[in-house]
């Protein structure tokens, strides 16, 4: 009977050392990721005005639409620009892409990264590696959003 307490203590250590490893393991990877996480209401607006990351992170950005109404009537994105992009230019040009979430087919080469459409109560995130060092601007394309629905997503 000792041998088995023995026994059960040895692999209960060797069960809390392994948790310990994996957990510190889980720690280091989310360090090297940025996560980010941002709300559209049905006022809209962002609650963030600026988002900092690193030059050539991986940035899991996380979009929840807090309001009610539905994606067809108050439909939200986060679309991140590259710098050179006139912003009214383009929200011009992605009034007219309904059909694929307000992302103009010929801007795609301006695009760093972008959610889906998403309505209220609805969330939607997305993974890419952030560009190099510079200020870029992100927004909202769905109709006229875009005026109060913006910011920086500034890359150090």
Same mark, same amino acid.
């Given at each position: 009977m000792l041998t088995r307490s023995k026994i059960m203590i040895a692999l209960l250590a060797i069960a809390a050392l392994g948790c310990g490893q994996k957990e510190e393991a889980k720690k280091t990877a989310d360090e090297n990721v940025a996560i980010i996480e941002i709300t559209g209401n049905d006022q809209m607006q962002f609650?963030? &005005?600026?988002?900092?990351?690193?030059? =050539?992170?991986?940035?899991? %950005?996380? %979009?929840?639409?807090? =309001?009610?109404?539905? &994606?067809?009537v108050m439909g939200h994105n986060v679309v991140i620009l590259k710098p #050179?992009? !006139?912003?009214? #230019?383009?929200? $011009?040009?992605?009034? &007219?892409?309904? !059909?694929? !979430?307000?992302?103009?087919? !010929?801007?795609? $080469?301006?695009?760093?990264?972008?959610?889906?459409?998403? =309505? =209220? $109560? #609805?969330?939607t995130t997305i993974e890419f590696t952030a560009p190099p060092a510079g200020t870029y601007k992100f927004i909202c394309s769905f109709p006229g959003h875009f005026i109060t629905m913006q910011g920086d997503f500034i890359v150090k």
């Open positions: 609650n963030l &005005k600026t988002i900092e990351v690193k030059a =050539g992170q991986k940035v899991r %950005l996380t %979009l929840k639409h807090v =309001g009610q109404m539905a &994606k067809q #050179e992009v !006139d912003l009214a #230019e383009f929200a $011009g040009k992605a009034a &007219k892409a309904a !059909d694929n !979430d307000y992302i103009p087919a !010929d801007e795609t $080469g301006n695009i760093i990264a972008h959610t889906a459409v998403i =309505g =209220g $109560g #609805e969330t």
